[in-house]
């Protein structure tokens, strides 16, 4: 019977992990970034779903590794991918299109905010060189 429970508890471990990388495949769409950010995230994932994974089996199995657990988190995965992803991808981008527009407003304000200022210290340049250039003259 504790092994039947242990099992379905993996089951709902897949699902949570398959969430999770739902998650991170959902702002990766969103947000696009480079290579290294990628990799990062990546790495977080995995580092996510194996702390979890670890601590679920120490918890409910006494830190025992049966084959069971891992078929419970392969069908908990399974079953999100195949009846919950697409709903939830789109949920998802839906929460994340009004943050999306916030970010890119801020960007576009502070990259005009940063232009502003190097325009500014390129005029102040300017002006220095030319007082410079004069007083140079002069002498």
């Keep these: 019977m504790l092994q039947l429970y242990n099992f379905f508890i993996f089951i709902i471990l897949g699902l949570i992990v398959a969430f999770i990388f739902d998650i991170f ?3 990766r769409k969103k947000f696009k ?4 950010i990628t ?9 996510i779903s194996g702390a979890l994974i ?24 399974t079953i999100y ?25 801020f960007l576009s304000l502070f990259k005009k905010i940063c232009d ?3 325009n500014c210290l390129k005029k102040c340049k300017n ?3 030319k007082t410079i250039q004069k007083n140079n003259y002069n002498v």
């Design 25 to 27: 495949r959902v702002l």
């Design 33 to 36: 970034t480079n290579n290294i």
């Design 39 to 47: 990799y990062l995230e990546d790495i977080l994932f995995w580092l």
């Design 54 to 77: 670890i601590s679920a089996i120490f918890k409910f199995n006494d830190g025992e590794l049966r084959t069971y657990l891992f078929i419970g988190i392969l069908i908990g995965i």
């Design 81 to 105: 991918m195949i009846l919950f992803s697409n709903i939830v991808n789109k949920i998802l981008l839906q929460i994340l299109t009004p943050i999306q527009i916030i970010i890119d407003f």
């Design 116 to 118: 502003f200022i190097t």
């Design 127 to 129: 002006k220095s060189k």
